[in-house]
């Protein structure tokens, strides 16, 4: 599996769980879906230009600090994870969650260099 150019730089891990065939059952007696989670590395950085903050926020993330940045190993989702994604994340050490919203990939094929290019709002757990 490939790493981005930005490997070194990573500062990010995304914990995103996705669904396994098979399920569990719990002590009460209900059904859980089996599932697995997947960790991600990524480069995120707080745009000190403030340029490239969206105009339009979505509401439920007026409060969360906007990042920028790339996915890096591996530098693109798998094919079973899809946007927008709501995850556990843990950015410099702080533990959190992101939601990353719909994403279109590059024409040039950059992101299989660079890796998939990502804006993410993140709110730290408290």
Same mark, same amino acid.
């Given at each position: 599996?490939?790493?981005?150019?930005?490997?070194?730089?990573?500062?990010?891990?995304?914990?995103?769980?996705?669904?396994?065939?098979?399920? &569990?059952?719990?002590?009460?007696?209900?059904?859980?879906?089996?599932?697995?989670?997947?960790?991600?590395?990524?480069?995120?950085?707080?745009?000190?230009?403030?340029?490239?903050?969206?105009?339009?926020?979505?509401?439920?993330?007026?409060?969360?600090?906007?990042? &920028?940045?790339?996915?890096?190993?591996?530098?693109?989702?798998?094919?079973?994870?899809?946007?927008?994604?709501?995850?556990?994340?843990?950015?410099?050490?702080?533990?959190?969650?992101?939601?990353?919203?719909? &994403?279109?990939?590059?024409?040039?094929?950059?992101?299989?260099?660079?890796?998939?290019?990502?804006?993410?709002?993140?709110?730290?757990?408290?």
């Amino acid at each position: 599996m490939s790493i981005s150019a930005f490997g070194n730089f990573a500062n990010a891990k995304l914990f995103i769980s996705v669904p396994t065939a098979g399920e &569990t059952v719990d002590s009460d007696g209900n059904v859980i879906p089996g599932s697995t989670t997947l960790e991600i590395s990524a480069m995120l950085l707080q745009d000190s230009r403030g340029d490239k903050q969206p105009r339009s926020i979505p509401e439920d993330h007026i409060n969360d600090l906007f990042l &920028t940045g790339y996915l890096v190993d591996p530098p693109d989702l798998p094919e079973n994870v899809k946007l927008p994604l709501d995850c556990e994340a843990e950015v410099s050490g702080v533990k959190g969650r992101v939601w990353i919203p719909l &994403t279109i990939k590059s024409p040039f094929l950059v992101d299989q260099i660079l890796g998939l290019k990502i804006q993410a709002y993140w709110r730290i757990q408290t």
